[in-house]
Structures are given as structure tokens and as C-alpha cells.
């Protein structure tokens, strides 16, 4: 059972139409004209679309209880560079706050806070994508050549209907190439809602486990985790996180997913000022 169907189906049906209408609504507005990545110090672009993950949970009350873990400051300075590109859709991409508070700038912060001085996470979001649009433009984000990339697509394919199949194939194409470019990939599970069907459902969430085991490549189990279905970590559409709502996803859900992976790639690509000690 997933994250989401395990919440009372009439209260996935209210939201499920809220849902709809919030797309309907944001997806009038424009999207990017350059489908490639911009780094956090530029200005994003007007945003579209999104996944439709978030939802009224009843444990709503134990996530705002639950802390959010922050980044202990660094006891170490690792001068590697080390550039990190954020794919996605929205969700990545930020709808609806600031461009410092979306998750790729806040995970730049957090790793800057943790010592890697010279980390960089470009943020390559594109509001209304498809796994199937995101594929398109791989040879453009490419070119910002990613160490580590944090893939997070899927869930606009879903809120479309699009069959499983191709969803899982636009996912291993991108992974591929990716790895094919140098890229070491870091892949954000979603889950949808019960009412596109329960078959549907199981068959999307297991799409992300089956893809990592097969791959290789290292698994957040559920992106949104702990922020999905909190009205208090959501603006207002119900399904964008706010400033807030990204803190916890950057500090609770990638971050002790993430770090391994640049901890590895570190000491896979040492240079003569990596690990100095801090003086503060």
C-alpha cells in the first residue's frame, strides 16, 4: 500500500478534484522558454505544472511534531568542486517561493554549511514536464556536466495517465545517459493517489525501487516524505511545498541520502586541498 492510498478514499476524492483544478489553474501560466539547467543564482522562470504528490493527511499532526534536522556546521573544509544538477519538474523548480528558498538553493546552502565549500547544485527544474520531455532535453542539461544528479520525474506522467510502462522507460533512458555522461545518479521515489485505480498505483510506486535495484543508483524512497499531505509545509494549491516544506525535504529526505554519494565522489577525485581542517 502507498504513502497516499492508505488515507480515507473520501478524502483522496475531495482532494483529488482540488488537486485538478490547482493544475488546471497553474497550468495556464507560462513556462520556461529554455528547457535547460540555470544555476540557483539566476533568476527561474515562470512556472506551469507540477506532480500531484501532496494530499490532507491524518498524520498531518505527527509530521509537525517531527523535527526537522538541520546540517551540523562543518568540523572539516572540502575544497572539491563538486556540481550537483537538480531535474525535475516543479517540484524541483520551485512554484510559488522565492528562488532561494526552492530545494536546489537550500541544498547548496546546506552543503556549503557542511563544509563543501565549492559545492554547486544547479537547478534544472522545468514546471509541467513530462519523464518523456525530460529525456528530450538531457542532451542540453548535459552540458552543464552534473557529477551527481538528482533525478525527480514521474509525477506529472502519472497525474496524466500515461501508461507505466513508458514512464519506467523514460526513466531508465535518462539514468542511462546520464551515467553515459559521467553522472553519478541519485534517483526521488513518488507515489500518486488511489483514484487513478489501485493497480495503477502499485505499479507506479514500485517503478522506483525495481529502477534503483536494477540500476544501481541510490534511491530516496519518497521525495515529498514528511511533507506531502501536511498543510503546514504545502502553500496553498495543496501540492507545492512552501520555504518551509522544502527545508524539511533538503535536511530530512536528501541530505542523508545524498551525502554518502558525495563522500564517495570526494574520495574517488582527491585534490591537494580536500579536508582541511576548519578554523572555526
Request: proline share 5%; glycine share 8%.
Amino acid at each position: 500500500m502507498s504513502y497516499l492510498s492508505s488515507l480515507p478514499r473520501l478524502k483522496l476524492k475531495s482532494l483529488a478534484l482540488s488537486l485538478l483544478i490547482g493544475l488546471a489553474m497553474t497550468g495556464c501560466q507560462p513556462t520556461s522558454k529554455d528547457s535547460g539547467a540555470t544555476s540557483t543564482e539566476a533568476k527561474s522562470a515562470p512556472l506551469s505544472d507540477s506532480s500531484g504528490q501532496n494530499n490532507t493527511s491524518s498524520t498531518a499532526e505527527a509530521t509537525k511534531v517531527e523535527s526537522t534536522q538541520s546540517v551540523a556546521p562543518a568540523k572539516t573544509i572540502i575544497e572539491q568542486p563538486i556540481t550537483i544538477l537538480a531535474l525535475g519538474d516543479s517540484l524541483t523548480e520551485g512554484l510559488g517561493v522565492a528562488e532561494n528558498d526552492a530545494y536546489p538553493a537550500q541544498l547548496e546552502a546546506a552543503l556549503k554549511q557542511a563544509g563543501y565549500v565549492n559545492a554547486k547544485v544547479i537547478n534544472s527544474g522545468l514546471s509541467g514536464e513530462t519523464s518523456s520531455g525530460l529525456v528530450n532535453r538531457l542532451d542540453w542539461v548535459l552540458k552543464t556536466k552534473p557529477d551527481i544528479t538528482i533525478l525527480t520525474t514521474g509525477a506529472n506522467d502519472a497525474m496524466r495517465g500515461i501508461d507505466v510502462t513508458t514512464i519506467d522507460k523514460n526513466i531508465r533512458t535518462a539514468i542511462k545517459r546520464l551515467q553515459d555522461g559521467g553522472s553519478v545518479v541519485v534517483l526521488g521515489g513518488m507515489q500518486v493517489y488511489d483514484n487513478l485505480g489501485d493497480d495503477y498505483v502499485k505499479s507506479f510506486s514500485a517503478i522506483y525501487p525495481k529502477i534503483a535495484k536494477d540500476t544501481g543508483v541510490t534511491l530516496i524512497p519518497f521525495f515529498l516524505e514528511g511533507v506531502g499531505g501536511d498543510r503546514s509545509l504545502n502553500q496553498a494549491d495543496a501540492i507545492h511545498p512552501t520555504k518551509e516544506g522544502y527545508t524539511r525535504i533538503v535536511n530530512n529526505n536528501i541530505i542523508p541520502v545524498l551525502m554518502p554519494t558525495i563522500e564517495t565522489f570526494v574520495a574517488q577525485h582527491p585534490t591537494p586541498s580536500t579536508g582541511k581542517t576548519s578554523t572555526n
